[in-house]
Nanobody, 120 residues
Framework: QVRLVESGGGLVQPGGSLRLSCAASGFTFGLSDMNWYRQAPGQERELVAG????????NYADSVKGRFTISRDNAKNSVYLQMNDLKPEDTAVYSCNGLLLRSGLKYSYWGQGTQVTVSS
């Protein structure tokens, strides 16, 4: 059974930091590219950051470059999102996504999400 479980969300003041974690199981995490998405109320889901299966390459949305850092630990089947200098516009539900290519097919796995609220 595939599971992606996010944790680390919460309420933080503007300028503060949070570290999100996503623990994966039930699929070949070490061969999967991993992403963090977010969705604010009334808005479309947005890709925030991604990291390749090896960790050798990362990408970020322009809105978070220089503030957020994605990382992974394949030994722990986990991916992280360090969020610094948080802004009210970062408020959203953050979800972990795994992408696995196998035998020419693409498998996409999702977690339930964790709420991040940035407010004074």
């Amino acid at each position: 059974q595939v599971r992606l479980v996010e944790s680390g969300g919460g309420l933080v003041q503007p300028g503060g930091s949070l570290r999100l974690s996503c623990a994966a199981s039930g699929f070949t995490f070490g061969l999967s590219d991993m992403n963090w998405y977010r969705q604010a109320p009334g808005q479309e889901r947005e890709l925030v950051a991604g990291i390749t299966w090896s960790g050798s390459s990362t990408n970020y949305a322009d809105s978070v470059k220089g503030r957020f850092t994605i990382s992974r630990d394949n030994a722990k089947n986990s991916v992280y999102l360090q969020m610094n200098d948080l802004k009210p516009e970062d408020t959203a539900v953050y979800s972990c996504n795994g992408l696995l290519l196998r035998s020419g097919l693409k498998y996409s796995y999702w977690g339930q999400g964790t709420q991040v609220t940035v407010s004074s």
